[in-house]
């Protein structure tokens, strides 16, 4: 049984940075795509970045320049780094990771990670 448990939310001020973790656990191969998407109180959820096993990155507009997105294959984990915070990247941060199982790709969600971004 596959698990995704995030790390690193918590409340920052505005201009602060947060570094999110993301590790899969219970998984005997290595996920394809993994990545963060967020949503904020009555949003619905977006794509914030992704990233393949491959290295190739999808990151959201709003971020771009500040938000880098990196994995670890060895480890099944990835992160979001993610600096220059303003009110607007408050939300609940929701890791995802898909792979090739059975017989079509499996997608996985973690729990979610509160960010919080207050003065």
């Known amino acids: 049984q596959v698990q995704l448990v995030e790390s690193g939310g918590g409340l920052v001020q505005p201009g602060g940075s947060l570094r999110l973790s993301c590790a899969a656990s219970g998984s005997a191969f290595s996920m394809s795509t993994m990545g963060w998407y967020r949503q904020a109180p009555g949003k619905q959820r977006e794509l914030v970045a992704t990233i393949s096993n491959v290295g190739l990155t999808n990151t959201a507009d709003s971020v771009k320049g500040r938000f880098t997105i990196s994995r670890d294959n060895a480890k099944n984990a990835v992160y979001l780094q993610m600096n220059s915070l303003k009110s607007e990247d408050t939300a609940v941060y929701y890791c995802?990771?898909?792979?090739?199982?059975?017989?079509?790709?499996?997608?996985?969600w973690g729990q979610g990670t509160q960010v919080t971004v207050s003065s």
């Open positions: 995802y990771a898909d792979r090739w199982y059975g017989h079509s790709w499996s997608e996985y």
